[in-house]
């Protein structure tokens, strides 16, 4: 294991690598399977004309991968958009983030696979945080949502955690839970809170649910509902605090928000940044508004913090996106994402054939740095998720994910199509 610093990152153009502050500067998401055994009702995997992938990382590339990456990573994620406990090279990557001494590393799963194994795998590298997602505080809640998952076989595995970690005597890894925000399950999260707390949970995330077109879910996008969603994570925040539970949340919905609103008062396809809605990267017509309960410069120190980027905490900042300069996403099959939500869906690089200097300073991350400091957004990053980098004051961050898919399809192939790939969302 080399301890040498591998590039040297310290004229660098700010288009190209970022001005060296720490040897470890990258995230890094890793996807080693591209399948999960659940179809909730909000994800991918859930809609009609899903394909599943069915590439497996092996464990040549795996070693390549984190060789190239590990070194130089702060923060490695061995999870992204699928189920990692279905890949089988997961301990052997456990293992090298231990080898590689990567700072904080962590994975996120549905638990079905938890096994004693794993779970003390996890325990010998001493990896810092378990995620296991859940949505919803009851069991009825829960089973509507986590396709075919069940509650209580979830319950044993918060159980069997803590009592593996109380036999080997380690905190590590601390345990994490991740709940998608909606409509069905906002009044439930004082609830959840509860119970998680009860199950020995010491961190809660809490994530607005990105709307995925073809779903049919789209009324259950809290941006229908702002008030409540604001009161509601108020509640909890008070509520984790006196169970002990680090909360990490959304910004509330500023108290003007609103859309385009149906007959009945939905917000059923929240409008896009060309169509008047503003850039989830910026405001109204590029404009850098504060709203009452928004603060742009709070929000991106928020965000950079969830991230874990070097970034130190400003008054202003002169970008609205830090991932091109501080992460990347790799696929099972090698391809790079600059983001994990990169709806567009064109790759960055192969590190089946490149290495990672190859693909960080090739011509598509410069041109994707370029467009942020110029604040010239393309339609993935105009209408960003807000489950990512979208901005909650800004519909744009609500808007269908199928459509950006779609539009950008129709420039790259000439085509026409009604709807983006599905196995693509």
């Known amino acids: 294991m080399s301890s040498a610093i591998p590039y040297s990152f310290g004229h660098a153009s700010p288009l190209s690598m970022p001005t060296l502050r720490t040897r470890r500067f990258l995230r890094v998401k890793l996807d080693m399977v591209g399948r999960c055994q659940l179809r909730c009702i909000m994800c991918h995997f859930a809609h009609p004309e899903f394909q599943e992938n069915s590439v497996t990382m092996d464990h040549e590339l795996l070693e390549k991968v984190a060789n ?55 325990i010998d590298v001493q990896m810092p945080v378990l995620t296991i997602s859940i949505d919803g505080g009851t069991k009825e809640t829960f089973e509507e949502i986590r396709t075919p998952a069940k509650w209580d076989k979830l319950m ?30 906002i009044r439930e999260m004082p609830t959840l809170v509860r119970v998680m707390a009860d199950k020995g949970v010491e961190r809660m995330n809490f994530v607005h649910m990105g709307v995925i077109g073809g779903l049919g879910i789209e009324n259950e996008s809290l941006v229908n509902d702002p008030k409540l969603s604001n009161d509601t994570l108020a509640e909890c925040r008070e509520l984790c605090d006196e169970l002990g539970i680090m909360a990490t949340m959304p910004f509330p919905f500023p108290e003007n928000f609103g859309g385009s609103i149906d007959g009945e008062g939905q917000i059923l396809d929240a409008a896009r940044s060309d169509e008047g809605g503003g850039s989830a990267m910026g405001a109204e017509d590029g404009a850098d508004v504060d709203f009452d309960t928004f603060s742009v410069a709070a929000f991106m120190n928020h965000k950079n913090k969830e991230f874990l980027f070097p970034v130190p905490e400003k008054t202003h900042h002169n970008r609205r996106c830090y991932f091109p300069w501080y992460y990347i996403h790799v ?91 599905a196995s693509d969302q």
């Open 331 to 421: 696929n099972p099959d090698g391809t790079v994402f600059p983001c994990g939500s990169w709806f567009e869906f064109s790759t960055f690089g192969d590190f089946k054939t490149q290495t990672f200097r190859e693909i960080w300073t090739g011509e598509k991350y410069k041109q994707l740095r370029h467009e942020h400091v110029a604040m010239k957004h393309r339609d993935v990053c105009a209408n960003c998720t807000v489950a990512n980098m979208g901005r909650p004051d800004v519909l744009a961050s609500f808007s269908h994910r199928a459509k950006i898919k779609r539009e950008w399809a129709e420039r790259s192939n000439g085509t026409s199509n009604t709807e983006g790939s």
């Open 156 to 185: 044993s595995r918060f159980d069997r955690l803590r009592e593996i970690k109380r036999e080997r005597g380690s905190i590590f890894p601390v345990v994490s839970a991740t709940t998608v925000l909606m409509r069905r399950t």
């Open 68 to 122: 190239d990456l590990f070194p130089i990573a702060n923060d490695v994620v061995l999870s992204s958009s699928a189920e990692p406990l279905l890949a089988d090279a997961l301990p052997r990557a456990l293992e090298l983030c231990r080898e590689h001494d990567v700072p904080s590393f962590h994975f996120s799963t549905n638990a079905i696979g938890l096994t004693p194994a794993i779970i003390n795998k996890t």
